[in-house]
């Protein structure tokens, strides 16, 4: 099943804007994170489908993810 | 009779009006230029700050002022001076923040915060000069306000916000302003202000990007964006903060503080606004749940 893929500020770089992913069903958020080479840790706001999700989410046919770099200086 | 807050005259009204008259005498129009107020505080032993309030209460705009009457109407600019913002940090975001609420006429600001400046707080704190490195953050905040605008009362904190002083550093505050750059820190504030009630204007930096939202009472937005998470830092502390993102941040951040002290239509409720410098794109998350 397909996905689409949207990665906001430095996780774009070496990677993309945004993409369509193939992916088995029952794939988790983390696990396309860890895919894609982003640390867990550094992952701020996760959307899916425009809603506030999160890693050990189930991603379905056609949704959306978008994926937030986790972000707090001042 | 008129309620003055920093000069409480109940039963006064005589000498309330004497100083009046005597600023209106010399007002230009309805500016009031700064030596007139100097001089009433000096014949009438007065602080600035309170010649500022019986003016704008006879409306009067101090002359420093002229280029906001557009946008913020005497009334207004008298609410300002009657708030109170406390800003939490005192480097890259807050030197902007602290900047532009001394320019705004803001009456009383709390500054807070533990550190001394370091040499690499140079590439982007305002406050942050050569000769005051190894010098307190929250004493160069209460100089350049003072040196900008002596309508503004300060108050300096210069230990790191916990839940041992929050009641203390938060008291009368009408809004909370986020500069911090510890992400516990910002979560222990945001509790804090959702108990006192208090509005909490949040700005995160890191690179070229940055994000924005407004806490008000009875929501959680904080907890959305940082619950759960381990490190008590983000992306930042790879990607460091160069000059231009802790003042676009903290230009936004005083722009929803204002309206919320005008009681105007707040733009940033149940939402966070992500911004990406670098591609100048700006994106909005809805938290319908608050």
């Known amino acids: ?74 | 009779m008129t309620t003055f807050l920093f000069f409480p005259l109940s039963g006064e009204d005589d000498f309330v009006q004497e100083i009046a008259a005597f600023l209106q005498k010399n007002a230009d129009g309805n500016l009031l230029p700064f030596y007139v107020q100097q001089e009433a505080g000096q014949r009438f032993s007065l602080h600035i700050a309170e010649v500022e309030e019986i003016a704008l209460d006879h409306d009067l705009l101090p002359a420093r002022y002229q280029r906001n009457r557009a946008m913020i109407s005497i009334q207004q600019q008298l609410s300002l001076l009657r708030s109170k913002v406390a800003v939490f940090g005192c480097g890259g975001l807050g030197g902007y923040i602290i900047e532009e609420l001394a320019r705004l006429g803001i009456g009383r600001i709390a500054v807070v915060d533990p550190d001394v400046f370091e040499e690499h707080n140079l590439n982007r704190q305002l406050l942050c000069t050569r000769e005051l490195l190894g010098k307190k953050k929250v004493d160069a905040a209460a100089h350049r306000i003072a040196a900008i605008n002596p309508a503004v009362k300060i108050q300096t904190f210069d230990f790191a916000f916990g839940q041992d002083n929050s009641a203390e550093i938060l008291n009368g505050v009408t809004v909370a302003a986020d500069g911090l750059d510890n992400i516990p820190i910002r979560l222990e504030l945001a509790e804090s202000c959702k108990d006192l009630n208090i509005p909490l204007v949040h700005g995160a930096i890191a690179g070229w990007f940055g994000q924005v939202a407004v806490q008000y009472p009875g929501e959680n937005i904080l907890q959305h964006l940082y619950a759960g998470k381990k490190t008590a830092h983000g992306v930042e502390k790879r990607l460091g903060n160069p000059s231009f993102t802790p003042a676009a941040i903290a230009s936004l951040e005083v722009a929803e503080i204002v309206k919320i002290l005008l009681g105007t239509k707040p733009s940033l409720p149940r939402r966070y606004l992500a911004m990406d410098l670098y591609y100048m794109e700006f994106t909005e998350v809805f938290f319908p749940d608050g």
């Open chain 1, 1 to 74: 099943m397909q996905v689409t893929v949207k990665l906001f500020a430095n996780f774009r770089n070496n990677r993309f804007m945004n993409k369509v992913l193939t992916i088995a069903p029952g794939t988790t958020v983390g696990a396309i994170v860890s895919e894609l080479v982003i640390r867990e840790d550094e992952v701020g706001i996760i959307l899916i489908n425009g809603r506030h999700g999160n890693l050990d989410q189930t991603l379905a046919e056609d949704d959306n993810l978008s994926l937030f770099p986790l972000v707090g200086g001042g």
